[in-house]
Structures are given as structure tokens and as C-alpha cells.
């Protein structure tokens, strides 16, 4: 009996890592599982038959039973890792997506033309000599209006439709109406020679139409250094114009006013479409404008900490969606934000 048993425990030693190693699916594995540990495996009907053995057989028939079992408990879980893992690659490989498919047979997208603009425009300045700064969009009274000489209840304040955050103090903190803020951070940040431009979107709370977005970008140039003139400014913005529209398209300045800077002017240039001849667009005048500038006000050097008897200085700001509209001959800038593919599509870059 005794002999039956330690027989029967050597071929199932034997034969069990072969049957294990068989299986070759996880249905298979628990199916080779059952025949050797289940409860009507063969181990266990061995076990059944032990009852009849004498103690010291029973002893040694008993141990080398449990030595089988954890051996083949062992290479059962060592080959259901192995199919658990041949399963998962299985899957992956059946669910996988080859995106780069997709992209072979479409056409690819575009930077959007206000970035484009933007680019282009940093690029000029940056070769003209100028850094680039940014600012946030959200920013405090302080910077967007006080600090630009528009303190409060300042008639000045009704030239820009101010959207409010609500936090803090009412009306303290803002959507920026405009990029000049940035002007603040750049002199309080840093030290002159400043020559700096800064792009950026604005906020205001301007009905769309043709001309018009509540939503649009300007970019803002700030140069401040001893003796600058305003006929700095002229030659900065006339160097500007024909790098960035050709060398047939030119620039005038027209008295104008702004808190921030004294004197003041609006910047016209050539009519991109007649160039100068006078058409519908520009209304026969043969101009279009481009944005405001102006030196800087003794008042806002002065609260940035800035000495106007030494420094001097002068800034612009320029709306950026309009010179996009005005270079590629678009006649209303909502079409530039209603993500059209059509429209989008004609400025690839
Ligand atoms: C300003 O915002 C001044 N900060 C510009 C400035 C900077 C003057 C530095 C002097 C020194 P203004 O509100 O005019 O100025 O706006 C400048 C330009 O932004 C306009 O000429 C126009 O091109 C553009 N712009 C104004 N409102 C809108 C709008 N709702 N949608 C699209 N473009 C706009």
C-alpha cells in the first residue's frame, strides 16, 4: 500500500511539470490545476487512501506528498503569469491604434493666423533689437488703469469697457483692457535701456461686429532710455512698417490722446489695398490705423520709481487682429474665430 502510494506521488512528480507546461491557455491551466489539486484531484484521492497506512508510513507518505503539491502549486502560478501576460499582450496588440495612420491621410493642421500675426510681428522687433515680455491677463486696477496716470473716476477710464473679476474689492481686479499693464511690469521688473515688445489678449466689453471682438490681441512696444525723442518713435515705427508690410507701405502720426502718454498720436499706415490711392476700405482717405503710441508720461515713469528728469521714453500698442485683417485682406475679423476649416485653411503655415 504504502508502496502504491509513494509510486503513485513519484509520477505525478514526474509527469506534473510536463502537464503544467501543456497548458497552454488560462482554461487549460485551471483545468490541469483541478485533476492534480482539486478536491477530486489525484492528490487528494491519494490523501483519501492514507487512512489505511500505519503512523510512520503515514508520516512519510504525508511529507512527501506536500512536498509534490507545493511543487506543482509553484509551477502552476509560475505558468499562469507566463499566460497571464501572453493574454495582456494579446489584448494590447488586438486593441492597438496606429494613430500615425490616421495622420497620413489627413491634412495636417495650421498655426491659427492671429498666431502667425504674432509671430511674424515678435520676429520683426526682435531683429530690430527689442526683448519680448508677457504679462497676465487678469491684473489689478493698479496696473491696468492707476499706474498708467488713469486714476479713478478718471474720464479716460470710459475709453476702455472694463470686465471685472469678482475678487477682493469691487472693481479691483480686471480682465486687461489692453496691453499697456505690461509696460508697468517691465519698468518695475527691470531696469532702462528698456527696448521691449509685448503681445498679448485683451478683454472688453465690445459688441462683435466687423471691426469689433470682446475677445482680440494687441502688442505693445515700450522703449525707455536717456535722450529719446519722439522722432525715436517715428523712425521705430517707419523701420516697422516696410520691414513687416514692404517697402511701398509707409507710416504717419496723427495728434491724438492717451493718459499714459504725452504727446499722444494714433499711427496710420498706407492703405495695404490702394496703397495710399483711396479705396472703399479706408474710406478714399488712403490710410489706415493701426494703433495708439506716444511718449511716455513723466506721471507713469514716476510710478514705476523711474526718474523722468534722466529717463525718457516712448510706447505704442498696436491691435494685432486687425493688422492680420488688414495684411490678408479680410473684410470682417469674427471670420478669424469661428474656427471655420474654410477660413482656416487659406493661411496655412
Ligand atoms: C490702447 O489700447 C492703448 N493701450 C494703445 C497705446 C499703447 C497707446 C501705448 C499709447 C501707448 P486703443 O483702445 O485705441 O488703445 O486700442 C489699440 C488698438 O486695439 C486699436 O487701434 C485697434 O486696432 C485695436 N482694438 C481696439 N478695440 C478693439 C476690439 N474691440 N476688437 C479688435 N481690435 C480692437
Not at 216 to 242: C, K, P
Request: aromatic content about 8%; some cysteine; hydrophobic content about 40%.
Amino acid at each position: 500500500m504504502t508502496d502504491d502510494i509513494t509510486r503513485t506521488v513519484q509520477r505525478i512528480a514526474a509527469e506534473a511539470p510536463g502537464r503544467v507546461a501543456a497548458a497552454a491557455t488560462l482554461e487549460e491551466l485551471r483545468a490541469v490545476e483541478g485533476e492534480l489539486l482539486g478536491k477530486k484531484g489525484e492528490l487528494t484521492a491519494l490523501k483519501k487512501g492514507m487512512g489505511a497506512l500505519d503512523p510512520e508510513a503515514r508520516r512519510a507518505a504525508g511529507q512527501a506528498m506536500n512536498e509534490v503539491r507545493a511543487s506543482v502549486e509553484a509551477a502552476i502560478a509560475a505558468r499562469r503569469t507566463d499566460l497571464e501576460g501572453a493574454a495582456r499582450a494579446l489584448t494590447l496588440a488586438a486593441e492597438r491604434l496606429d494613430l500615425t495612420e490616421a495622420v497620413e491621410h489627413r491634412q495636417r493642421g495650421s498655426l491659427h493666423l492671429v498666431t502667425q500675426t504674432m509671430d511674424r510681428l515678435v520676429d520683426v522687433f526682435v531683429g530690430m533689437g527689442f526683448t519680448v515680455a508677457e504679462g497676465p491677463e487678469v491684473e489689478t486696477d493698479w496696473y491696468n488703469f492707476e499706474a498708467l496716470n488713469i486714476p479713478a473716476a478718471h474720464p479716460a477710464r470710459g475709453m476702455w469697457d472694463t470686465l471685472y473679476v469678482d475678487l477682493g474689492d469691487p472693481e479691483t481686479v480686471l480682465l486687461r483692457t489692453h496691453t499697456s499693464p505690461v509696460q508697468i511690469r517691465v519698468m518695475t521688473d527691470g531696469e532702462p535701456p528698456i527696448y521691449a515688445v509685448m503681445p498679448g489678449r485683451v478683454y472688453r466689453r465690445d459688441t462683435a461686429d466687423a471691426s469689433h471682438m470682446p475677445v482680440f490681441h494687441q502688442i505693445e512696444g515700450l522703449v525707455v532710455d536717456r535722450g529719446i525723442s519722439f522722432a525715436d518713435l517715428a523712425g521705430t515705427l517707419e523701420a516697422f512698417t516696410s520691414a513687416y508690410f514692404g517697402g511701398s507701405i509707409h507710416s504717419r502720426l496723427r495728434p491724438s490722446y492717451f493718459p499714459f502718454t504725452e504727446p499722444s498720436a494714433e499711427y496710420d499706415i498706407n492703405c495695404i489695398f490702394c496703397e495710399g490711392r483711396g479705396c472703399r476700405t479706408c474710406g478714399q482717405t488712403g490710410w489706415l490705423e493701426l494703433g495708439g503710441c506716444g511718449m511716455v508720461h513723466p506721471n507713469v515713469l514716476r510710478n514705476v520709481g523711474l526718474d523722468a528728469e534722466e529717463w525718457t521714453g516712448f510706447a505704442f500698442g498696436f491691435g494685432l487682429d486687425r493688422l492680420a485683417l488688414m495684411r490678408h485682406g479680410v473684410d470682417d475679423i469674427r471670420e478669424m474665430f469661428t474656427g471655420d476649416v474654410r477660413f482656416l485653411e487659406q493661411f496655412p503655415a
